[in-house]
């Protein structure tokens, strides 16, 4: 059965950022599919609250609270997953985060702080757990952003970081093959809330424009990500490697202005039929 190949049945997956939004997601959808999980993340409760909904659904996990950027935190994960499971097939580097801030305010830690998170902690994470994985053959997916790729004011330190990402993705990939696959995704503009609390309550219109820069016309959600990341996982990409997977509704970033306002035009013209029709 070609269902088959998206299964993760008996393999032990490392989810970061598992505590809430994309990460939780991914965390409890590969469980869905027969993973036992190892969530990683640095807020107990809500690490407690995925390990509960995948234990409530019949699933296998352990909870890791650690910070990803101190220099132990790669040994302790692994030790606490073979601990647990005794080996490691699959790496989500989902942990990321950083505010965006024009250049001439950003300080030197808040750009230190974006490559200790966004890069410096997966290279460390993937590193320590590549030897795990040699044996049997494993799978890394970085989870990436739109601002590796837009040029955005005061998003420097996010995205140069992202970026880094990226390119750390296509280098792993050479260097790990054949047994290691290393991939990323390139994630657009997700509704979690996070992204409710930093952006679309602190920028006035902002949903509206990101739907209108997106031809799907609507953000896209944790399930998304979390679908997509379990096809880089699982057997179903066993020929992929390398890869930057952009999950963002089809945004195209060099679009002209007059393209986007006319975009956003249409959209506006649509959502008022539909609220005339109904």
Not at 152 to 169: D, F, H, M, R
Not at 190 to 218: C, Q
Request: charged letters at 25%.
């Amino acid at each position: 059965m070609i269902l088959d190949a998206f299964r993760l049945d008996r393999k032990v997956a490392i989810v970061t950022g598992a505590g809430r939004g994309i990460g939780a997601e991914i965390a409890r959808s590969f469980a869905e599919v027969g993973a036992e999980i190892v969530c990683v993340a640095r807020t107990c409760s809500e690490l407690d609250e995925t390990k509960a909904a995948i234990e409530a659904a019949g699933g296998r996990a352990i909870a890791v609270d650690c910070d990803l950027t101190a220099s132990d935190a790669p040994e302790r994960i692994v030790d606490e997953a073979l601990a647990a499971f005794g080996r490691i097939d699959v790496l989500v580097n989902n942990a990321g985060g950083g505010g965006h801030v024009p250049t001439k305010h950003a300080k030197d830690d808040h750009f230190e702080a974006a490559l200790d998170l966004n890069f410096k902690a997966p290279f460390y994470l993937t590193r320590a757990v590549a030897p795990h994985m040699r044996v049997r053959g494993g799978a890394v997916v970085n989870i990436s952003s739109g601002f590796a790729r837009a040029a955005n004011v005061g998003s420097i330190p996010y995205g140069g970081a992202k970026a880094a990402l990226e390119q750390l993705t296509r280098m792993m990939a050479m260097e790990y093959a054949p047994r290691i696959r290393v991939n990323a995704i390139r994630v657009g503009a997700v509704t979690t809330e996070n992204m409710k609390r930093s952006l679309l309550e602190a920028v006035p219109g902002i949903g509206e424009k990101l739907e209108a820069w997106t031809p799907l016309e609507r953000h896209g959600t944790p399930a998304d990500i979390a679908q997509a990341a379990l096809f880089l996982a699982s057997p179903a990409s066993s020929f992929v490697t390398a890869r930057i997977l952009p999950v963002d509704g089809g945004v195209v970033l060099e679009r002209s202005a007059m393209e986007l306002i006319a975009r956003a035009e249409r959209l506006a013209e649509r959502k008022s039929e539909r609220k005339a029709g109904s």
